[in-house]
């Protein structure tokens, strides 16, 4: 079956780095999500990386896929009070109506 | 790039009340469309999605409809809400050569 799990909470000091970590079970998805969710508002696509990628970069993100084991993680090198918020990750497959499965989501604080 | 629309951004209904939803899209065509409802800021559950005008598929049996009457509008409905149908509910579409996902502002719906 399908299912993407997270860790519920995660707290870190500022300044220091954050890694988010999702696993998944679907071994057919072919593109990998995270999204941002501030408190009220709908989700912000941050990143994604293909499934035949092992690392993606994209400034103070760092999106690393390891396929064999299912886990998808996101570092936030340099964490700031801003990126407090939810944290969703998501898969979907090439099909034709390219629907997510999404995780629980991780609360990130960021302590001053 | 594409934007996505959402009225009400919040709404109070009694219980038995009707209910409309609208979502527009800006800045693409022929899109997928999905429904979405979060409850307690968490976790997302995928109501309706839809591939084309006139085209709805329906993810879990509930209370609501939903409908596409044109190609960059969908529509979220219920006949009779149920205090159980109270939530934040997000219109999503997917465009892009990656397929990403992008969400609206949300509407926050409390059935009293």
Same mark, same amino acid.
């Given at each position: 079956?399908?299912?993407?799990?997270?860790?519920?909470?995660?707290?870190?000091?500022?300044?220091?780095?954050?890694?988010?970590?999702?696993?998944?079970? $679907?071994?057919?998805? %072919?593109? &990998?999500?995270?999204? +941002?969710?501030?408190?009220?508002?709908?989700?912000?696509?941050? #990143?994604?990386?293909?499934?035949?990628?092992?690392?993606?970069? $994209?400034?103070?993100? %760092?999106? &690393?896929?390891?396929? +064999?084991?299912?886990?998808?993680?996101?570092?936030?090198?340099? #964490?700031?009070?801003?990126?407090?918020?939810?944290?969703?990750?998501?898969?979907?497959? %090439?099909?034709?109506?390219?629907?997510?499965?999404?995780?629980?989501?991780?609360?990130?604080?960021?302590?001053? | 790039?594409?934007?996505?629309?959402?009225?009400?951004?919040?709404?109070?209904?009694?219980?038995?009340?009707?209910?409309?939803?609208?979502?527009?899209?800006?800045?693409?065509?022929?899109?997928?469309?999905?429904?979405?409802?979060?409850?307690?800021?968490?976790?997302?559950?995928?109501?309706?999605?839809?591939?084309?005008?006139?085209?709805?598929?329906?993810?879990?049996?509930?209370?609501?409809?939903?409908?596409?009457?044109?190609?960059?509008?969908?529509?979220?409905?219920?006949?009779?809400?149920?205090?159980?149908?109270?939530?934040?509910?997000?219109?999503?579409?997917?465009?892009?050569?990656?397929?990403?996902?992008?969400?609206?502002?949300?509407?926050?719906?409390?059935?009293?």
């Amino acid at each position: 079956g399908e299912d993407v799990e997270q860790s519920l909470f995660l707290s870190v000091r500022e300044g220091d780095s954050s890694v988010i970590n999702c696993t998944y079970t $679907d071994s057919s998805s %072919t593109y &990998l999500y995270w999204y +941002k969710q501030e408190p009220g508002a709908g989700l912000q696509l941050l #990143t994604y990386i293909f499934s035949n990628m092992d690392m993606k970069q $994209d400034q103070r993100l %760092t999106v &690393l896929l390891n396929k +064999k084991d299912k886990h998808l993680s996101l570092r936030i090198a340099d #964490t700031q009070t801003g990126d407090s918020a939810i944290y969703f990750c998501a898969e979907s497959t %090439t099909s034709g109506t390219y629907k997510y499965i999404f995780g629980t989501g991780t609360r990130l604080k960021v302590l001053a | 790039s594409q934007t996505i629309h959402q009225w009400p951004a919040t709404l109070v209904q009694p219980v038995g009340s009707p209910l409309s939803l609208e979502c527009t899209v800006e800045g693409t065509s022929n899109p997928n469309l999905y429904w979405y409802r979060q409850a307690a800021g968490r976790g997302l559950q995928l109501l309706f999605y839809s591939v084309g005008i006139g085209q709805i598929s329906s993810e879990v049996p509930q209370n609501l409809s939903a409908s596409r009457p044109q190609d960059r509008q969908f529509i979220l409905s219920s006949k009779k809400l149920l205090l159980s149908d109270s939530g934040f509910y997000l219109c999503a579409c997917i465009t892009g050569a990656w397929y990403e996902q992008y969400f609206g502002p949300g509407t926050r719906l409390t059935v009293t």
